[in-house]
Nanobody, 126 residues
Framework: QVQLVESGGGLVQPGGSLRLSCAASGFTLDYYAIGWFRQAPGKEREGVSCISSSVGRTYYADSVKGRFTISRDNAKNTVYLQMNSLKPEDTAIYYC???????????????????WGKGTLVTVSS
């Protein structure tokens, strides 16, 4: 069955970097869009970034543009979120999610992707 497992979260100082991983199993990654979302305490979940099925179009929230980079390694069935220049407001639980045959990350933009991981906590603090 479809399964997503996030890893790579932790405590980092402002200005630091982390790389999150989303390990996928039960499906062929290239045919699925993968989105990253986050939810901070007391706030609604928000989309962070997405990489589409097949051609790999990428999308970013304005708040992370220029600082975060999403990438996909089909051979390892893993999607990465490289996060640089981290700020305290990036503190949240980060989730990856997936939707099949989504060439424009439409499901990501509606927040209604089909399958979700359990999340990994990122804390940005001095």
């Amino acid at each position: 069955q479809v399964q997503l497992v996030e890893s790579g979260g932790g405590l980092v100082q402002p200005g630091g970097s982390l790389r999150l991983s989303c390990a996928a199993s039960g499906f062929t990654l290239d045919y699925y869009a993968i989105g990253w979302f986050r939810q901070a305490p007391g706030k609604e979940r928000e989309g962070v970034s997405c990489i589409s099925s097949s051609v790999g179009r990428t999308y970013y929230a304005d708040s992370v543009k220029g600082r975060f980079t999403i990438s996909r390694d089909n051979a390892k069935n893993t999607v990465y979120l490289q996060m640089n220049s981290l700020k305290p407001e990036d503190t949240a639980i980060y989730y990856c999610a997936t939707e099949p045959w989504d060439y424009y990350c439409s499901a990501y933009r509606s927040g209604r992707m089909a399958y979700w991981g359990k999340g990994t906590l990122v804390t940005v603090s001095s």
